[in-house]
């Protein structure tokens, strides 16, 4: 039994949540307040350099609330996962846009042309005895878009959906009709690769729970 | 105005609903009750042959219809799409699973593996003079998935989501965290290629409604 850890995701993106649900799994959100500054400009170094900020942030305050509720907090497993997810396109990384001219700059580099979305993961463990370990990696996937009219980029920017997301689309959402193909993993378009994920922990023993 | 026209779906699945939704696209349906025989076991030819039945079915009813009623029906132009989706692995089409044990039996096969997805997509042009048109193609995509045991098995299917579903798998749903990746396009698995539909439609200079 003390392989079971609890899941705390250290992220309070909606799209992250939808897919732990869609997968019965129990975990608590937590998001991190960490301010997302990098060392590196390498793609794979970035994402995962933030989505390890991001957990040992969220672990750091767990310890100490548990260190100052010693008396009432019932020891168990916890793992902390953080995840950071950005696109790659002609050498840049691409956020979130700025504003709209910004969406229409990122959705015109996009058309007709290939990316790669690239998620960082993080593990951080903190065990009922205290101790703590990181583990983190990264997914790639490349990403084919069908070209796009003017007419097309200004009926998806109306839609408002680019705005809060890494490279100003959703794979999800409306940006449906704009991907010709995927090499790699959907659900990481998406921002969380779960089917590494769950595969990572079920390749270091860790057992999660979930609802049935 | 003339090529506008308005789209009938010969398909009661709702997963091709869902997609159609998420896009705004104005559509209605029409399922076809057309027998799923074919002349053909190649899968590139089986989809296809399936997607025209069925949409020249629907096509055909829609055409009386008119005809009986052609005093209160106001012409306008119909685009009844037909889609049929199978999965090929080993040399095998799988269709839906006819019990729990076929679907295990499937999952089996698929588990540690790749196979093809393919679906055959129908066009029927029903002018509003009453000119007649088909068009059709298919959309192929490769899916890997992870290693599953015979513990994930046993859960998916109590899950009962495989049940309804060629090849025993629902990649929009609890079979997420099965896939390793896809190399092609992810809703062309999940049932309707929307993005490459749409392309054709332009490159065919049809216009369709969007709600907005």
Chains 1, 2 share one sequence.
Do not use: W
């Not at 400009?41 to 100052?68: F, G, W």
């Not at 998620?119 to 005895?129: M, N, P, Q, R």
């Not at 100003?168 to 990481?188: L, T």
Request: net charge negative.
């Amino acid at each position: 039994m003390d392989n079971i850890y609890k899941i705390v995701l250290a992220s309070n993106s909606p799209r992250r949540k939808q897919i732990l649900d869609q997968l019965n799994i129990e975990y608590e959100i937590c998001p991190s307040g960490v301010e997302e500054t990098v060392s590196s400009s390498v793609p794979t170094e970035v994402c995962q350099e933030l989505a390890s900020k991001k957990a040992m942030d969220v672990a750091a305050s767990i310890r100490t609330y548990n260190e100052l509720h010693k008396d009432i907090v019932s020891p168990q497993n916890i793992l902390v996962i953080g995840a950071d997810t950005i696109v790659a396109a002609n050498e840049e990384i691409l956020g979130k846009p700025s504003d709209e001219n910004d969406a229409v700059r990122m959705l015109k580099m996009l058309q007709n042309s290939s990316h790669s979305v690239f998620t960082g993961v993080a593990f951080v463990f903190i065990s009922k005895e205290g101790r703590v370990g990181e583990y983190h990696f990264y997914e790639e996937s490349k990403v084919y878009f069908y070209p796009m009219g003017d007419d097309d980029i200004k009926r998806y920017i109306d839609s408002g959906e680019p705005m809060d997301k890494a490279g100003a689309y959703g794979i999800q959402g409306k940006a449906a009709e704009f991907v010709r193909s995927i090499d790699g993993d959907y659900y990481n378009v998406m921002g969380f690769p779960i089917a590494r994920i769950l595969n990572e922990l079920k390749t270091l023993g860790v057992k999660i729970k979930r609802y049935y």
